[in-house]
């Protein structure tokens, strides 16, 4: 298997300027989790999915943050105005609960810089 | 409370050396503790994990000790290597509406010299 793949890998944009960060989790995984990597504030959860089904998203910052996780294989992160602040490495993860070792495997993250 | 409190920040050791990473949680309902290992440029990936019915878990040279009534946790990093050079960082989760959360330490850098 490929692993968890994350588009795209760095995304440099401008204040106020929307961006999308894109996740396909590895197959047959079920649960899906979007962190946030920043040296302030280290590893976040800002949301996850179950079946397609977002859980818990009192992670997110902000209402301009938005998740979906339109079929088992895709999601998507959307950042809509973008901020500086929201400058860090986006990671998403995926996991299935019933092979008994709660492993959560990690893509290689997405660096977004916002100028 | 959710929080997962680790340390040092950052902790240098000579090759050969014994590399030892605390950390501390606050929520008697979590269930299971992982390590993970994180490379510069890339995602964490788990290392190794232990669940609070034993105190010890080893798997090469690593080992982790659980001590449930002091509610703290270590990673040792034994015979260790510039290799293991990398950040580290504990996990704790706790079943919440049929999935796992983790909830991470802040993370330490290791640097191995040789």
């Known amino acids: 298997d490929a692993g968890v793949i994350q588009s795209p890998r760095h995304e440099v944009t401008e204040m106020g300027q929307e961006v999308t960060l894109r996740c396909k989790p590895i197959?047959?995984?079920?649960?899906l989790f979007w962190y946030r990597q920043t040296m302030m504030r280290g590893l976040e959860l800002l949301i996850y999915f179950n079946n397609n089904v977002p859980i818990d998203d009192s992670g997110m910052p902000e209402d301009r943050f938005s998740a979906k996780m339109p079929n088992a294989s895709f999601s998507t992160l959307k950042i809509q105005p973008s901020e500086p602040r929201d400058s860090a490495v986006y990671f998403c993860a995926s996991s299935f609960p019933g092979d008994g070792t709660d492993t959560q495997y990690f893509g290689p993250g997405t660096r977004l810089t916002v100028l | 409370q959710q929080q997962v409190k680790q340390s040092p920040q950052s902790l240098i050791v000579q090759k050969g050396g014994i590399s030892i990473i605390n950390c501390a949680y606050e929520n008697t309902a979590f269930d299971y503790f992982p390590w993970y290992q994180q490379f510069p440029g890339k995602g964490p990936a788990l290392l190794i994990a232990i669940r609070p019915d034993v105190s010890e878990k080893k798997e090469g040279r690593f080992k982790i000790s659980f001590n449930k009534s002091a509610k703290q946790f270590s990673l040792h990093i034994m015979d260790s290597q510039p290799g293991d050079s990398a950040t580290y960082f504990c996990?704790?989760?706790?079943?919440?509406?049929?999935?796992?959360?983790?909830?991470f330490g802040s993370g330490t850098r290791l640097q191995v010299q040789p």
């Open positions: 197959s047959g995984h079920n649960s």
């Open positions: 996990a704790a989760s706790i079943m919440d509406t049929g999935r796992r959360a983790l909830t």
